[in-house]
């Protein structure tokens, strides 16, 4: 499997297996109704730390993973989740504001978290971008096809994560739109890994040097 065919578009989940966060988000609202996202976040990111008894999952994917984890689940049950592919227009709107949010299936519910893939830096257009966390995600369509959603992270220097960007297939022609905050124009994302600045016509290949996929997260809890 290619590093990026997560952002292909399929009739079939691509996640593989599951994790804890529903099983640490039940056990939590238990204890206390009132916790928050970020308690919650925690907890399930050092439940993951705490699987990885072998130490060989990097533990910024594996932070990140926990938070982005938790957050679909919670987004989900309380209708937060923004499925871009049901909207009419491209302002992002939370699925409990869509009129058919009441008949939308558990997969059009819920930003399943794919994998996430670290980036040390990429170039477009003059502008160089360090230290990229690109993470994948799939919603289904009103045709029930399983389609990409992608957010871009960073690093700040007090060692948080920052959202810059995020992008899904605005098309139908297999590309992934990117909206970055560097650029008012939209960049291209391949399912081969290059991006595409359509001002210019420039190209650049993405190198992954490591990746988090829902497969590894299932391997933990086995």
Request: hydrophobic share 35%.
């Amino acid at each position: 499997m290619r590093d990026f065919d997560s952002l292909l578009r399929t009739n079939f989940s691509k996640r593989k297996g599951v994790s804890n966060v529903e099983t640490i988000y039940k056990q939590a609202k238990y204890e206390n109704k009132n916790i928050s996202l970020e308690d919650l976040q925690l907890l399930n990111t050092n439940d993951l730390l705490e699987k990885d008894i072998k130490d060989k999952i990097d533990k910024h994917l594996l932070s990140l993973w926990g938070m982005l984890d938790m957050k679909s689940f919670v987004d989900a049950l309380s209708g937060n989740t923004v499925n871009p592919y049901f909207l009419i227009t491209k302002d992002l709107r939370p699925i409990r504001d869509l009129p058919e949010y009441t008949y939308l299936s558990d997969e059009a519910r819920v930003l399943n978290l794919l994998d996430i893939k670290y980036i040390k830096s990429f170039e477009l257009e003059g502008v160089l971008f360090n230290e990229i966390f690109l993470v994948t995600y799939e919603i289904t369509d009103r045709n029930n096809k399983f389609r990409p959603y992608v957010t871009l992270l960073t690093l700040n220097q007090d060692n948080q994560f920052i959202e810059f960007g995020y992008g899904y297939d605005t098309n139908d022609n297999g590309n992934v739109e990117l909206f970055l905050s560097s650029y008012n124009y939209l960049v291209y994302l391949t399912p081969k890994g290059s991006l595409h600045s359509p001002l210019s016509g420039k190209m650049t290949r993405l190198k992954v040097y490591d990746m988090l996929t829902s497969k590894e997260i299932a391997k933990l809890y086995q």
